[in-house]
């Protein structure tokens, strides 16, 4: 059974504040993802990454910078945190190639910047 | 890019009846088109999905139609039940392209 976790369900953060939002997959997966959840916008993608140390922008990566050190582990850093920040985000992974795509999610972190 | 289009943003069906949710893509390369669920307080977690060689495909109550002409695609719940109320999410990709594009969900309440 797939399993990603996230560091926090809930975090609170003062604007200008660097921030660090961590996830774990422990299913050996090439892929992660990392989007904001709001509503009446979907499911937007800020980055992902394909492989160890690569990292490619979403749709919106302004604000946010990404990092991808071993397989298992993909970080999402917001340099100075900003209130229209304020958001759900959700970490996910899947397996490369046709036939892998379903992507199995975080159980999301919801971030407040006062 | 890819842009996805779900309707409705909001559906209200009485229990046992069927809902249906539809959305549009924009790229007539795309060949992958799943669709998640979400439970509220949950993660998203995939419920069925349809490639664009396959024009229907059916797992029990539910089931997604393609439209490859027209770039649409449809998800279809009969038999409505209380656990399917959930926010459905609508996606798109292309094979050798890892990025889902998602719609923008459609909030489905089943009134019992």
């Known amino acids: 059974d797939v399993k990603v976790t996230q560091s926090s369900r809930y975090l609170v953060k003062r604007t200008g504040e660097k921030v660090f939002l961590e996830c774990v997959q422990d299913m050996d997966h090439e892929n992660m993802f990392w989007y904001r959840q709001d509503p009446g916008l979907g499911l937007r993608l800020i980055y992902f990454s394909y492989d160890v140390k690569m990292k490619e922008k979403g749709d919106i990566p302004e604000g946010y910078s990404v990092s991808r050190e071993k397989k298992e582990r993909f970080s999402l850093i917001l340099e100075s945190a900003s209130t229209n920040q304020t958001s759900m985000y959700l970490c996910a992974s899947s397996l490369s190639g046709q036939g892998q795509e379903t992507q199995y999610f975080g159980p999301g972190t919801r971030l407040l910047v006062l | 890019g890819e842009n996805v289009e779900q309707h409705p943003s909001t559906l209200s069906v009485q229990e046992g009846d069927s809902a249906v949710i539809k959305c549009t893509y924009s790229d007539s390369a795309s060949n992958y088109f799943p669709w998640y669920k979400q439970e509220l307080g949950k993660r998203p977690q995939l419920i069925i999905d349809?490639?664009?060689?396959?024009g229907e495909k059916k797992d029990q109550r539910i089931a997604v139609t393609l439209n490859k002409t027209a770039k649409h695609f449809s998800l279809h719940i009969t038999e409505t039940q209380p656990e399917d109320s959930a926010v459905y999410f609508c996606a798109a990709s292309r094979f050798g392209n890892e990025k889902l594009t998602f719609g923008t969900g459609t909030r489905l309440t089943i009134i019992p």
């Open positions: 349809i490639r664009s060689n396959v």
